[in-house]
T-cell receptor, first 114, second 114 residues
Framework: AQKVTQAQTEISVVEKEDVTLDCVYETRDTTYYLFWYKQPPSGELVFLIRRNSFDEQNEISGRYSWNFQKSTSSFNFTITASQVVDSAVYFCALKATGRRALTFGSGTRLQVQP | EAGVVQSPRYKIIEKKQPVAFWCNPISGHNTLYWYRQNLGQGPELLIRYENEEAVDDSQLPKDRFSAERLKGVDSTLKIQPAELGDSAVYLC????????????FGEGSWLTVV
């Protein structure tokens, strides 16, 4: 069985603050992939990043960074200097090689106030 | 390159009526998914196709839901008859074949059953 937990239901920050979205996952597979998606009010799920279970190197893309720690089964997402356009629901998801479909967390709603 | 295209974007129907959703995946993507997203939750898989074969339909409520992908490209998801609890966003997604490939989503079809 696979499970993704996003304990933060909603986060509100003021523009330019840094914010970290937590993601904890469970799987028995040794090979798996982790994803983050952004869902703005329009509803489309926008792909942000994919990591495989063998690559624990942290990644930075502009104001976005991701911290993958296999020891704690976590894949956290940090937005530096948040902007109003970052306001959305963010989903963490897991895909194991056995079941080739994404298992999503319940999402974290981020509101960035001007 | 065009993304995943879905229609209709919005649909309001009375309970017990039928409804159908259509999806055109990204060109060259052999894997197609239908997900359902209830309000405030993450998407959940309904069915996954590899070409025209439904390889994972364990979560599809087969008494009222059906899906097809006759030529391995476009897909249709049907609900008959609809119930109040079917109100949700129905998301279509596609990917290249392979466990680690990224899954890309359409904008979704928002269904309200009254």
């Amino acid at each position: 069985a696979q499970k993704v937990t996003q304990a933060q239901t909603e986060i509100s920050v003021v523009e330019k603050e840094d914010v970290t979205l937590d993601c904890v996952y469970e799987t028995r597979d040794t090979t798996y992939y982790l994803f983050w998606y952004k869902q703005p009010p329009s509803g489309e799920l926008v792909f942000l990043i994919r990591r495989n279970s063998f690559d624990e190197q942290n990644e930075i893309s502009g104001r976005y960074s991701w911290n993958f720690q296999k020891s704690t089964s976590s894949f956290n997402f940090t937005i530096t200097a948040s902007q109003v356009v970052d306001s959305a629901v963010y989903f963490c998801a897991l895909k194991a090689t056995g079941r080739r479909a994404l298992t999503f967390g319940s999402g974290t709603r981020l509101q960035v106030q001007p | 390159e065009a993304g995943v295209v879905q229609s209709p974007r919005y649909k309001i129907i009375e309970k017990k009526q039928p409804v159908a959703f259509w999806c055109n995946p990204i060109s060259g993507h052999n894997t197609l998914y239908w997900y359902r997203q209830n309000l405030g939750q993450g998407p959940e898989l309904l069915i996954r196709y590899e070409n025209e074969e439904a390889v994972d339909d364990s979560q599809l409520p087969k008494d009222r839901f059906s899906a097809e992908r006759l030529k391995g490209v476009d897909s249709t998801l049907k609900i008959q008859p609809a119930e109040l609890g079917d109100s949700a966003v129905y998301l279509c997604a596609s990917s290249e074949t392979g466990a680690g490939n990224t899954i890309y989503f359409g904008e979704g079809s928002w269904l309200t059953v009254v």
